[in-house]
């Protein structure tokens, strides 16, 4: 088993930046990707951002786009989110998440391909 724990989430004025950890423990050998998923009130959760074990393959939602980063600490087991120009409408839990085998790219936005959930870290943009 894969335990994920994030951390980094609060309240942000508007056109703030914040920037989530997510720390997997436990077996985590293998060289899988991670993503970051969010779910807003009363919405389903969407795929934010997602990233391979090398960190050569990235990928982001149309809304993350230019205002978040990606990136991961292998030797930590740690993945990051760093979000910019932050907007009321990124209001959410941001939910990390990491696969349990490999696939491409071409998945990365399914949540379904990812085997681990954290609890959740609230992210709250006020206008």
């Known amino acids: 088993q894969v335990q994920l724990v994030e951390s980094g989430g609060g309240l942000v004025q508007a056109g703030g930046s914040l920037r989530l950890s997510c720390e997997a423990s436990g077996r985590t050998s293998g060289n899988y990707p991670m993503g970051w998923f969010r779910r807003a009130p009363g919405k389903e959760r969407k795929f934010v951002a997602a990233i391979s074990w090398s960190e050569t393959n990235t990928d982001y939602a149309d809304s993350a786009k230019g205002r978040f980063s990606i990136s991961r600490d292998a030797a930590k087991n740690t993945v990051f989110l760093q979000m910019n120009s932050l907007r009321p409408e990124d209001t959410a839990v941001y939910y990390c998440?990491?696969?349990?085998?490999?696939?491409?790219?071409?998945?990365?936005?399914?949540?379904?391909?990812?085997?681990?959930w954290g609890q959740g870290t609230q992210v709250t943009v006020s206008s």
């Open positions: 998440a990491r696969a349990a085998g490999y696939f491409g790219p071409n998945y990365y936005q399914d949540e379904k391909m990812y085997a681990y």
